[in-house]
């Protein structure tokens, strides 16, 4: 049984202004985010004062995921991400407009580590992707050569793409993968993200 230490750094970086207003296609509500991808939120809507909060369904029965929260317009008001309540991962909070105002972390919201079996891991990586194109999604595992990775809609996770890559971990003492995302936000401006995590297999388990 792999002993998993998972160290995180992360930074953003944005080509353009991370703070800027977006055109009226930016503008998020209640109704857009609810509609498209209803399967995945708490059959529950919680109502906080004026607000109304929406939630991922989420794995291991709702312990982490995202979090909506809209003003009384319905208009969004706030998007977290929660890796487990109350840390939250990644944010973005909107103006009463529903445009985009300011973002708080890295949309690279979470990256955990499956073990396969006793030679073998799976890496999967979690990208917030509302009103974002993804243009590349790229890895590079020990210093070797970056490598492109194909993502895919997450089962549980609401607007979040899903990137996994399988690695032999067969007498590795440790694996660090460097992650870089590059994504066009709505007002075309091109941004980046980078992330790393590390894992240190245990040295009994390893053989």
């Known amino acids: 049984m792999y002993k998993i230490n ?6 953003i970086v944005c080509l353009g202004s991370c703070t800027s207003k ?11 985010i609810y ?3 209803k399967h995945k939120f708490s ?13 991922d369904i989420g794995a291991e029965g709702g312990a982490f995921g995202g979090e909506y929260n809209f003003f009384e317009s319905g208009k969004i008001k706030q998007y977290r991400f929660f890796a487990s309540y109350p840390n939250y991962t990644y944010a973005e909070y909107y103006s009463k407009e529903g445009f985009l105002d300011s973002t708080e972390g890295n949309p690279i919201v979470l990256s955990n580590v499956d073990e396969i079996n ?18 590349s999604f790229r890895i590079n595992v020990n210093n070797s050569q970056w490598i492109t990775l194909v993502g895919s809609p997450d089962s549980v996770f ?3 793409s899903r990137f996994e890559f399988p690695f032999k971990a067969h007498k590795v003492v440790s694996i660090k993968i ?3 995302l590059l994504y066009i936000g709505c007002n075309g401006t091109n941004r980046e993200a980078i992330d790393s995590i590390t ?4 040295q009994t388990s390893v053989q």
């Open 118 to 135: 006793k030679d073998s891991v799976k890496f999967n990586f979690y990208v917030f992707n509302l009103k974002k194109e993804i243009t």
């Open 35 to 37: 509609q498209n991808e």
């Open 43 to 55: 059959t529950s809507i919680k109502n906080d004062e004026k607000d109304t909060i929406l939630n």
């Open 22 to 32: 977006d055109s009226n296609k930016c503008s998020n509500s209640f109704e857009s």
């Open 199 to 202: 894992i240190f297999p245990s």
């Open 178 to 180: 460097h992650e870089k």
């Open 6 to 11: 998972i160290v995180y750094i992360l930074i």
């Open 158 to 160: 609401s607007n979040v």
